[in-house]
């Protein structure tokens, strides 16, 4: 058993550390509020390598695994800065298509990922499917030599942003039954697809949209892995990468959120000589806190070293526990600072409050915790299915 990162994992926390520092949670919220995005640091850290660092060297890549994209997504994160971004285009997209994509298709799309010029989103969620996936009804259909894809997505996260969503849809002959799905690589700006902004209760510089397919019209390589056959291991092949990261934003969050809230408790004095961090009032929520972030940081680290031995099924296992035990860590730990802040704990400026709906959010997306209550009742403790 061994609980160090190698030297290279740590000069890459602490390089990440430095970049996520230099921008900050106020750069975070400004363009959050002002409707922009965190273009300028996703820039610098494409260019850094950061986004590219799970991506096969060949493709221009760090040639590392989950373990160093996690590093990316927590230390951004507890510099204030949760790209929910790094979730859905590097570790879902990037992984699928390097995993399940043509050699085409892996030589077209990885430099860009390697790169961060490249962002591609994630489409799964339907209005009439939720959490079923069983029922998307996103359906594709053969013209000739081309696909049609009609169809409703929503909650779509950065569509904006992206050259690319990745569209999960079933073929039509599979409309009905246990679900077939096709992954397909559609550009943000083919006829067809349109789009429209969720008023969302989150400050975040990233969006999510509703969107509309109707018969967006697709080329034979646009199906990734170029078979409806590498539809199911594609999709699930993004399934870790997406619960291993966005555990690692959470759990970045929640440090991010006990500094923010230890800082303070430490030097403010309202009785006298103590401060109130003094008081085990004050003091023993925020030690609890830093006890369930770090515990679920502990379970991601099995999750993504895991993974990165090739142990799929096991590291499903601690990826979903990881995800739950993150979302409730990091709902914990933002709730708590804001209360030891007290006034403060609701302002702009100590930047605790901001993250209120973020975290809320993560304990729903991108799979909620009871869908993985489910999966652990079921796959670990050996229960009956209720749906
Ligand atoms: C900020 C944000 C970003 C998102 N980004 C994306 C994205 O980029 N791409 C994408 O595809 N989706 C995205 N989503 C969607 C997200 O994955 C879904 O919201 C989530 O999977 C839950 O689906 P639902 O909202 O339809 O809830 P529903 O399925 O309607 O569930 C509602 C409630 O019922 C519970 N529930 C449902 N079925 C069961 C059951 N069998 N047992 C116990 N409880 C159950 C759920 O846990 C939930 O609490 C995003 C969502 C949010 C909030």
Redesign the pocket.
Known sequence: MNFDLTPEQDQLRDAVRALGRRYGHSYFVEKAKSGGHTTELWDEAGRLGYLGVNVPTEYGGGGGGLTELAIVCEELAAAGCPL?LLV?SPAIAATVINRHGTEEQRKRFLPGFADGSLKV?????EPD????FHRLGTVARRDGDDWLLSGR??????VDEAQYVLVVARTEDAASGKLKPALFLVPTDAAGLTRSKLD?E?VSPEN?FLLYLDDVRLPADALVGGSLDAGLPALFAGLNPERITVAAMGVGTGRFAIERATDYTATRRVWGGRSIGAHQGVAHPLAHAAVQVELARLMIHKAATLYDAGRDLEAGVCGNMAKYAAGEAAALAVDTAVQALGGAGMTTEYGVATLLGAVR?GR????????IL?FVAQHVLGQEK??
């Open positions: 929910l859905v989103v994630f489409a799964i969620t499917a939720g959490s079923n997505k929503c909650y779509i996260s950065g969302m989150i999510q959010a729903i997306a991108p799979v909620s915790r009871e869908m489910n209720s749906y």
